[in-house]
């Protein structure tokens, strides 16, 4: 298996490179940018069991930073042989009002990535379901992820791929310790409720920052989503405004949190269902 810096080197050398990684700067700071997601990728692919070789995974593009962040390296990874899966990037247009329909369809067309393209309005579902003052974000994601996996079966693909990383993981953690009264997240790999897909988020290990500046280093044509993003005062805004202060005071705190999460102590927490505190005994008295 290739080492990432023969990748690096090889993908700096001229025109060997794949088109999605076309036109990237050639300074230094971009080279150990890159270099930075795909060893974190590799790193969450192999310590979390995701691949399967021969299967095929479907790829969700929002058109967000964070999932062209995800295709661009796995496309890379899988180009240089890294990745025995087959790729299609999917996007769910879910119907929300200016959303740009062609943006991601001549992207991928021009980048010659194999795609589909799903139109389900789950948007006029969500306005018309949700009580006033209520935050979208559950019943959306409900909705797409039922159409993600319903594509996922029709295309023959085993894994759902998502572009989750790890400060979305952060929140959601500390979303469940505030508001949800329990230690949990996002995993990184997880099986549907049916036990025939896989959820996949392989920038588990990728800070977002680290996503947002290689988006606007190759100029990706970002969209926004104007429906969760039309609401002020989201408990997750509240949540990355916190860690952002801790960050900001402590730089290097989130990452520090973050390995927390693969470093637990079922022994020194609560819950007796991970550990049986009623099991443990005293070992008898010594006799001198």
């Known amino acids: 298996m290739n080492d990432i810096s023969d990748i690096d080197e090889t993908a700096d050398a001229g025109d060997d490179i794949h088109a999605l990684f076309a036109g990237a700067p050639y300074s230094a700071e971009f080279r150990k940018l890159r270099k930075r997601l795909v060893r974190n990728t590799r790193e969450a692919i192999d310590r979390y069991g995701m691949i399967e070789p021969g299967s095929r995974w479907l790829v969700c593009l929002s058109g967000g930073k964070d999932s062209y962040t995800l295709l661009a390296v796995l496309t890379e990874l899988q180009w240089r042989g890294l990745l025995p899966v087959d790729i299609l990037a999917c996007n769910l247009d879910q119907g929300q009002p200016n959303f740009p329909a062609t943006v991601l369809p001549e992207f991928l067309q021009r980048m010659g990535v194999p795609h589909r393209i799903e139109y389900q309005d789950t948007y006029s579902i969500v306005k018309d379901k949700v ?3 209520r935050t979208y974000c559950a ?6 992820r039922g159409n993600l996996y319903r ?9 759902v791929v ?3 990383h790890r400060d979305d993981i952060l929140e959601t953690f500390f979303l469940n ?3 949800g009264g329990k230690l949990a997240t996002m995993p990184p790999k997880l099986l ?20 947002e500046r290689f988006a606007r280093a190759m100029s990706y044509p970002i969209i926004p ?3 969760c993003g039309s609401q002020d005062g989201l408990q997750r805004q509240q949540i990355k405004g916190m860690l952002d202060e801790w960050e900001r005071r402590a730089p290097g705190r989130r990452q520090k949190m973050f390995s927390a999460l693969m470093n637990t102590r079922p022994s020194h927490l609560l819950d007796p269902d991970l550990f049986d505190f009623a099991a443990l005994t005293r070992a008898s008295p010594s006799i001198t």
């Open 225 to 227: 989503c104007d429906l």
């Open 139 to 144: 019943l959306c994601s409900r909705l797409r």
């Open 177 to 179: 310790l505030f508001h």
């Open 151 to 159: 594509i996922a079966r029709e295309e023959g693909c085993s894994a």
């Open 192 to 211: 549907n409720d049916e036990g025939d897909l896989f959820v996949y988020r392989p920038l588990a290990h990728v800070a977002e920052e680290d996503c």
């Open 162 to 164: 998502l572009g989750h």
């Open 131 to 133: 009580p006033a003052g």
